[in-house]
Nanobody, 127 residues
């Protein structure tokens, strides 16, 4: 019903920046009252580690960040494009991971939603 597709990953030197994008497509319902999603999040998983929340943005615009990225990463959205972004600045080697987009997407004005994940995009930070 809905697909999430991430892009923007790559190889960057420590101290550099990357901007990830997550585009939602499919049977999405959007309205001025409900928007097109309930919440969208960026997660990451490094080798040998559990997947962890990086940042999330709610339909009203409020955001939440992991302590490890506060002040360096910014989550934002473009509602016209059904897209959520993650601007990553001052990247560190420990930010190296596969970054996944997840979302709770509106399907109908009856409140039904879809929850799922994108395929992930690799971010590698070199020293």
């Amino acid at each position: 019903q809905v697909q999430l597709v991430e892009s923007g990953g790559g190889l960057v030197q420590a101290g550099g920046s990357l901007k990830l994008s997550c585009v939602a497509s499919g049977s999405i319902f959007s309205s001025n009252e409900m928007g097109w999603y309930r919440e969208m999040g960026w997660y990451r998983q490094a080798p040998g580690k559990q997947r962890e929340l990086v940042a999330e943005i709610f339909s009203g615009g409020s955001t939440n960040y992991a302590d490890t990225v506060k002040g360096r990463f910014t989550i934002s959205r473009d509602n016209a494009k059904n897209t959520v972004y993650l601007q990553m600045n001052s990247l560190k080697r420990e930010d190296t991971a596969v970054y996944y987009c997840s979302g709770v997407i509106n399907l109908s004005d009856d409140g039904s939603t879809w929850y799922g994940w994108g395929q992930g995009t690799q971010v590698t930070v070199s020293s």
